[in-house]
């Protein structure tokens, strides 16, 4: 059974930093994009960021997280991670993991999603 589980998430003050996880298991994700989305209260689901599978490979970003947040992996745990830096009180949002065979940014290209994991930026 594929599952994606994500860890990390928490309370912290705007400015401050949070590193979040997503470890699979129940097949290997070498070979498929990894993404972040986020989905705050009353809102729809975005698109934060992805990376390809390819060691070193390309990496996508939102406008409003470019330059703050970075994405990488680690093929061998099959873990991916979402660096957050300089965060703000509107990036306060349940943060969700998925997994795609051929990437993008939007939801409905990804086939496997993590239950997701809660971000609070306090001001």
């Known amino acids: 059974q594929e599952q994606l589980v994500e860890s990390g998430g928490g309370l912290v003050q705007a400015g401050g930093s949070l590193r979040l996880s997503c470890a699979a298991s129940g097949r290997t994700f070498s070979t498929y994009y990894m993404g972040w989305f986020r989905q705050a209260p009353g809102k729809e689901r975005e698109f934060v960021a992805a990376i390809s599978w390819r060691i070193g490979g390309r990496t996508l970003y939102a406008d409003s997280v470019k330059g703050r947040f970075t994405i990488s992996r680690d093929n061998a745990k099959n873990t991916v991670y979402l660096q957050m830096n300089s965060l703000k009180p509107e990036d306060t949002a349940d943060y969700y993991c998925?997994?795609?065979?051929?990437?993008?940014?939007?939801?409905?290209?990804?086939?496997?999603w993590g239950q997701g994991t809660q971000v609070t930026v306090s001001s």
């Open positions: 998925a997994a795609a065979q051929f990437g993008g940014t939007t939801w409905s290209a990804y086939d496997y």
